[in-house]
């Protein structure tokens, strides 16, 4: 019974992860403003994440743990240097 509802639980996020990293590339194409884009990537980034964690879970593969931990410093450091880019015009001072 548990086990069974888990494997639901973790396909239905893996749908909603799926839905809502469409929704950040609408928001990342169609953004009228910079800041609009850095955000929608942001969420991008989070979303695929938590998208390879919840395949690792469901595959019970550290691999996929690491991935996402990849992923996570990666689109970390490259939000913040938009962001430094968006607010000073240079990242490197």
């Known amino acids: 019974m548990s086990h069974g509802f888990l494997a639901v639980a973790v396909v239905v996020a893996q749908f909603l992860l799926l839905l809502a990293m ?3 590339i609408i928001r990342m194409v169609r953004g ?3 800041q609009d884009r850095v955000l929608a990537l942001d969420a991008l980034y989070v979303n695929a994440m938590l998208l390879l ?6 595959t019970g593969s550290v691999l996929y743990v690491e991935a996402g931990l990849i992923i996570a410093l990666l689109g970390f450091a490259g939000t913040v240097a938009f962001s430094k880019f968006l607010l000073r015009g240079e990242v490197i001072e």
Do not use: T
Request: glycine share 8%; proline share 8%; hydrophobic share 50%.
């Open 53 to 58: 964690l919840s395949i690792g879970i469901r």
């Open 32 to 34: 009228p403003r910079a």
């Open 22 to 24: 469409a929704c950040a």
